[in-house]
């Protein structure tokens, strides 16, 4: 006989305190900036390592269609643009 797993149990009550909430049209989480950087190597996944000036990171790249060598626009470690030549 398997032992009864017990009942789920309901979701904790979020504390609206602990929920970013924006203020003034800006995000108080990422203050709505947009970073430009520049594409080094290609993925796979849909993931780049970018230049950002003061080292690499590792983006998503899924939103846009760029090349190495581009620049690109970053928020929130999403690419949401290439910046035109």
């Known amino acids: 006989m398997t032992p009864a797993r017990p009942a ?6 979020r504390d609206a305190a602990a929920v970013a909430q924006c203020h003034d049209d800006v995000c108080i989480t990422c203050s ?3 970073v430009e950087v520049t594409i080094l190597r290609l993925l796979d996944d849909d993931l780049a390592v970018v230049d950002t000036g003061s080292g690499e990171e ?3 790249v899924a939103l846009v269609s760029a090349t190495c060598g581009e620049k690109i626009l970053v ?3 999403e690419a949401i643009a290439v910046v035109p030549r």
């Open 58 to 60: 590792e983006v998503s």
């Open 75 to 77: 928020h929130a470690g």
């Open 8 to 13: 789920a149990r309901p979701p904790a009550p």
């Open 32 to 34: 709505d900036d947009a």
